[in-house]
């Protein structure tokens, strides 16, 4: 795998306000992660005792509308 350093400005332009909270989509992680998106959730419910209790929610329909 070929090492890159994404630029700050990219990485801050993901990052959304959502619920009072600075968050960042699961799809966004994944592709700076380079993995798929199923893979990078999967790895998180098989980790979860390794990542804070408020570490990853779900977006409600209104909420992906905006």
Not at 26 to 37: A, G, K, P, Q
Not at 41 to 47: H, K, L, S, T, Y
């Amino acid at each position: 795998m070929e090492s890159s350093i994404i630029p700050q400005q990219i990485i801050e332009s993901k990052i959304l306000f959502i619920r009072g909270k600075k968050v960042m989509l699961d799809r966004d992680l994944s592709i700076l992660y380079d993995v798929e998106t199923r893979a990078l959730n999967q790895a998180v419910r098989r980790n979860i005792k390794r990542f804070p209790e408020d570490f990853m929610f779900q977006l409600t329909k209104e909420e992906m509308e905006i």
